[in-house]
């Protein structure tokens, strides 16, 4: 059970103060008084407090000190004033200052509580976004790409233990779920990492641009080449070659693509000389390989010869417990890029954003994101900030897990248990009450889920 939020008040009046004791006590705060600003300050100064509610007119310091020194003292406490009705033209000004919110004197019960409890969540939920962002950040630095579902945690165990290899890769997943991602993570953990990592799209060029990308060109190799060129092989040599939407690669430039698979040598277009070269390849596609063989649309041979082993990116929307963290990582990205302060999102934005299908995958998840940063009015993203298409998604009930079926049963146990463990706020003992398994059985799946991770890290 959480502990009891602290408030301190400070008014010069005794009796509100002894009013708003009682009042707040009943409702199980824990309540610290002050008779003025100095005291107050002293009281905040001991550490322990949540929310401030003060006078704005006392003797000695004002409420508008107070604040002043009280956002000085803890940033991160709100602070709410009190103010008599000829002092609200101050108050609203106090807000630009930091101010939370104020109350008009005489208040209500249901006022004061209402405000209350609305300031203590908002700093439960900056206070659980820095808790995020921190994850985040230990994440990024261990070299992970975004994410934590377990379906990801799976997808990096097998990208750990393919980056210690040299086979080829074939990457397959929906347009904008990270496929380029995935295949530099595979390149920083293998022992190419101090060699390039070069990337090329192969539906972005007509044939013969690609050609001439890809293996270079000799001066006076077709009109306008007017000296050597190395190409992407060439780039590459020592490191990764990543070549994405692979399925676009034309009749003619497969079969030079199986060479250098097959023999590591190419020429360059319009050369003789005959070059070698030491390139892994990480191809991707959001196409069915497989089809497109049996219509003869791509060579068997150079299919088999990319699809050594391969990775799987499954879309955003069978992965929802990474939208959360991957929106968070863009706010802070854009929030930067655009000079705001931003803290994390309101419970109802997260609801909504992981309601959503999401057709676009993590790119439409990033643009989303980048907008929200752009139009948000407060410090928390908002269901005001978001699309109307995603504002308007039905959120899932809390404890409610939407599972695809086809989906391996493990995958569904894992997700169960870290949904209710979610909603218990990590609760050992009732999430296995809730499950109706022993509490022991709890621990030995997470150990186990542990000792599946441990090199795994998680992905975008």
Same mark, same amino acid.
């Given at each position: @059970?959480?502990?009891?939020?602290?408030?301190?008040?400070?008014?010069?009046?005794?009796?509100?103060?002894?009013?708003?004791?009682?009042?707040?006590?009943?409702?199980?705060?824990?309540? +610290?008084?002050?008779?003025? *600003?100095?005291?107050?300050?002293?009281?905040?100064? %001991? *550490?322990?407090?949540?929310?401030?509610?003060?006078?704005?007119? @006392?003797?000695?310091?004002?409420?508008?000190?107070?604040?002043?020194?009280?956002?000085a003292i803890a940033p991160d406490v709100d602070v709410i004033l009190l103010t008599a009705f000829g002092t609200v033209e101050?108050?609203?000004?106090?807000?630009?200052?930091?101010?939370?919110?104020?109350l008009t004197k005489p208040f209500q019960r249901p006022q004061v509580l209402k405000l209350i409890r609305q300031a203590l969540?908002?700093?439960?939920?900056?206070?659980?976004?820095?808790?995020?962002?921190?994850?985040?950040?230990?994440?990024?630095? /261990?070299?992970?790409?975004?994410?934590?579902?377990?379906?990801?945690?799976?997808?990096?165990?097998?990208?750990?233990?393919?980056?210690?290899?040299?086979?080829?890769? +074939?990457?397959?997943?929906?347009? %904008? =779920?990270? !496929?380029?991602?995935? &295949?530099?993570?595979?390149?920083?953990?293998?022992?190419?990492?101090?060699?390039?990592?070069?990337?090329?799209?192969?539906?972005?060029?007509?044939?013969?641009?690609?050609?001439?990308?890809?293996? $270079?060109?000799?001066?006076? &190799?077709?009109? $306008?080449?007017?000296?050597?060129?190395?190409?992407?092989?060439? +780039?590459?040599? *020592?490191?990764?070659?990543?070549? #994405?939407?692979?399925?676009?690669?034309?009749?003619?430039?497969?079969?030079?693509?199986?060479?250098?698979? /097959?023999?590591?040598?190419?020429?360059?277009?319009? %050369?003789? !000389?005959?070059?070698?070269?030491?390139?892994?390849?990480?191809?991707? =596609?959001?196409?069915?390989?497989? /089809?497109?063989?049996?219509?003869?649309?791509?060579?068997?041979?150079?299919?088999?010869?990319?699809?050594?082993?391969?990775?799987?990116?499954?879309?955003?929307?069978?992965?929802?417990?990474?939208?959360?963290?991957?929106? /968070?990582?863009?706010?802070?990205?854009?929030?930067?890029?655009?000079?705001?302060?931003?803290? *994390?999102? =309101? #419970? #109802? &934005?997260?609801?909504?954003?992981?309601?959503?299908?999401?057709?676009?995958?993590?790119?439409?998840?990033?643009?989303?994101?980048?907008?929200?940063?752009?139009?948000?009015?407060?410090?928390? @993203?908002?269901?005001?900030?978001?699309?109307?298409?995603?504002?308007?998604?039905?959120?899932?009930?809390?404890?409610?897990?939407?599972?695809?079926?086809?989906?391996?049963? &493990?995958?569904?146990?894992?997700?169960?248990? #870290?949904?209710?463990?979610?909603?218990?706020?990590?609760?050992?003992?009732?999430?296995?009450?809730?499950?109706?398994?022993?509490?022991? =059985?709890?621990?030995?799946?997470?150990?186990?889920?542990?000792?599946?991770?441990?090199?795994?890290?998680?992905?975008?």
């Amino acid at each position: @059970m959480s502990e009891p939020a602290t408030l301190l008040v400070a008014d010069d009046d005794p009796g509100l103060r002894e009013s708003l004791e009682r009042t707040l006590t009943r409702e199980g705060y824990r309540v +610290l008084l002050a008779s003025d *600003g100095n005291a107050a300050l002293e009281r905040l100064r %001991g *550490g322990g407090i949540d929310l401030v509610l003060t006078d704005l007119k @006392m003797p000695g310091l004002t409420g508008i000190e107070v604040l002043r020194a009280a956002k000085a003292i803890a940033p991160d406490v709100d602070v709410i004033l009190l103010t008599a009705f000829g002092t609200v033209e101050e108050a609203v000004r106090a807000m630009k200052d930091g101010a939370y919110d104020f109350l008009t004197k005489p208040f209500q019960r249901p006022q004061v509580l209402k405000l209350i409890r609305q300031a203590l969540e908002r700093r439960e939920l900056i206070q659980q976004n820095r808790a995020l962002q921190q994850r985040l950040d230990d994440l990024l630095q /261990q070299g992970a790409v975004v994410g934590a579902s377990p379906a990801f945690r799976r997808m990096m165990t097998l990208v750990e233990q393919v980056a210690a290899s040299s086979a080829t890769v +074939l990457v397959q997943g929906e347009s %904008g =779920t990270g !496929k380029e991602l995935v &295949a530099r993570a595979i390149h920083e953990r293998s022992a190419r990492r101090p060699g390039p990592f070069v990337a090329v799209n192969c539906a972005a060029l007509p044939e013969t641009l690609l050609e001439s990308e890809l293996f $270079g060109y000799e001066k006076g &190799a077709f009109t $306008g080449a007017v000296g050597r060129k190395e190409g992407r092989f060439e +780039l590459a040599d *020592g490191g990764t070659l990543f070549l #994405d939407e692979v399925a676009d690669l034309s009749p003619v430039t497969q079969p030079k693509i199986l060479r250098v698979l /097959q023999e590591g040598e190419f020429e360059r277009l319009g %050369g003789t !000389k005959t070059l070698r070269v030491d390139v892994r390849i990480v191809a991707a =596609t959001n196409q069915d390989l497989v /089809q497109m063989v049996r219509d003869k649309r791509f060579r068997e041979d150079l299919f088999y010869r990319l699809n050594v082993i391969t990775i799987t990116v499954p879309p955003l929307r069978e992965r929802r417990e990474d939208i959360r963290v991957l929106a /968070q990582h863009f706010l802070r990205v854009y929030a930067a890029k655009n000079n705001r302060t931003l803290e *994390g999102f =309101t #419970d #109802d &934005a997260v609801r909504r954003l992981e309601a959503y299908a999401w057709p676009g995958n993590v790119r439409e998840l990033e643009n989303v994101i980048e907008r929200g940063v752009v139009l948000a009015r407060g410090s928390l @993203m908002d269901v005001a900030d978001l699309p109307e298409e995603i504002a308007g998604a039905t959120p899932l009930p809390e404890g409610v897990l939407t599972v695809r079926i086809g989906t391996p049963l &493990a995958e569904v146990e894992q997700r169960l248990l #870290d949904e209710t463990l979610r909603v218990t706020k990590g609760n050992k003992t009732l999430t296995a009450k809730l499950l109706g398994i022993d509490p022991r =059985t709890v621990s030995r799946k997470l150990e186990r889920q542990d000792e599946l991770d441990e090199g795994g890290g998680a992905a975008s």
